[in-house]
């Protein structure tokens, strides 16, 4: 009988993971789709942020993506309690990620696929706790693999683009601080991130946020305040860069037209 149920609950997760790729695969396929919304300013990042800033933003999602991986791996490994099953939605979430933008074509990516099935995460919610928990050991390995991949990326892109690899020393930086004040304040994942982000964007060094929710939103502000500042410095940076360059070449414009009129 308990090894009925384990299978139950392994076709259950399987099945219901597969939905919502396929779910996901097709609302994706929609959007992109949608003419409308494909030439609307409000879905064009041009509208918000200067060309600069765009291709620092894609630059720092790769390394942003890693520190999820990463924080991920820790609370499959050791069991921190955030409430509101809150590990077991992100790993769903980054799972579909990761599944629907890999490719499927090898044996190697099917394997990677099978490795990103979240089994324990929808067990935990649907079921609660389970002997599939010991699945995490191999869903591990995918996210190791996904960290390869994604600082490879970031190498790639930084130097395709001619960008600066300093910015991999602020994420350095975050990680060495993410991990000191995981230890050294015997905190959780979530309440290092958030220590460690209000720490290096404002004064602050408290995990602002009760639960779960306050965290995540802590984390949004402070951030969106770091980018949001970004994106001002660098739109008045080339405002005062062209005006500089109007009024150059509108005095020698001026320099032009007086010589000819010389002559």
Known sequence: MFILVIIFQFLVAIGIFAFLVYSCKYIVNRFKTNSKLNNSKFSDPQEYFPSEELLLLKQVFYLIMIMIFIMLCLYLIF?????FYFIYILDIIVSLYLTINIPKDSLKEKIIIALLIPLSSIVGIL????VLAIYDLFHIFGYLYFIKVYYRKFVEYTENNGLGISIIL???I???????TL???NVSPMDSMTMVSNAFTSNSFEASGKNIFGKINSLVLAWSGFILSGVGTATLAASIVNEYVTRQFDELKDLIKKQKEEK
């Open 127 to 130: 079921f609660g706790d389970s």
């Open 174 to 180: 975050l990680l060495v601080s993410f991990l000191f």
């Open 170 to 172: 602020l994420i350095g």
């Open 183 to 185: 230890l050294a304040e």
């Open 79 to 83: 069991d921190w309690d955030e409430g």
